[in-house]
């Protein structure tokens, strides 16, 4: 009898081993999720917006009392075949109680680019904006041109362009002025280590009836 039992646990034992290796149990599909090739890259999610707000400001006192503050922001909204940039800024400085430097604008960039490689682009700009120091009461241009994108990466982003504008000038004094000009312009964001980005923007103008009237 005792023999029997002894057997008969043995075979029972030796069936349900065998029940488990013929069903799937979990390690199965974990081998087989292992085995899958990972998701292919889908590439840059769009549309994609950032921007960055920088502030400062320099208080002196003592033999000379002055003050310096500054407000800058970019606004970036990347979509597949277009961008969008929005900039505004703030200076103002003022030196033994007198002001010396009054300035701030915005200005709105649209880039549409011609091939899904995001390169080539044309573009249509605008700004508004004033100049203390120079006399402007206020200070606005519209123009387009074409650029290109030599370098997208979160590393380092460059690109590079040239156009025309139309600027219309109005002086603190009644007088105004208005002139075409041929533009140049780059824009560079370089992460130089995490989360430590260098970033210049630059916007030259030339008169095209008189090289010597540049604006940058």
């Not at 920088?54 to 407000?71: A, M, Y």
């Amino acid at each position: 009898m005792t023999t029997s039992l002894v057997v008969s646990g043995l075979l029972s034992l030796l069936a349900a081993s065998e029940k488990n290796l013929e069903t799937p149990g979990d390690a199965v599909p974990v081998v087989a999720r292992q085995d899958e090739a990972p998701p292919a890259d889908e590439g840059p999610k769009y549309p994609n917006w950032s921007g960055a707000v920088d502030i400062g400001i320099v208080q002196k006192q003592g033999n000379t009392e002055s003050i310096n503050g500054t407000l800058a922001s970019k606004i970036v909204g990347d979509y597949e075949m277009s961008r969008t940039t929005i900039t505004s800024w703030w200076l103002y400085e003022e030196n033994q109680g007198s002001l010396t430097e009054r300035r701030y604008g915005t200005r709105g960039k649209y880039d549409w680019f011609l091939s899904e490689k995001r390169h080539s682009y044309l573009f249509g700009q605008g700004q508004v904006g004033t100049d203390y120091s120079a006399n402007v009461d206020i200070r606005y241009f519209a123009g387009a041109g074409a650029g290109y994108v030599w370098s997208d990466t979160e590393k380092l982003r460059f690109s590079t362009d040239v156009g025309v504008n139309y600027l219309i000038e109005e002086f603190r004094d009644g007088t105004d002025d208005d002139r075409g000009n041929y533009t140049l312009g780059y824009d560079i964001d370089w992460t130089v280590v995490k989360k430590t980005v260098y970033e210049s923007q630059f916007l030259g103008q030339m008169g095209m009836s008189d090289s010597d009237d540049v604006l940058v």
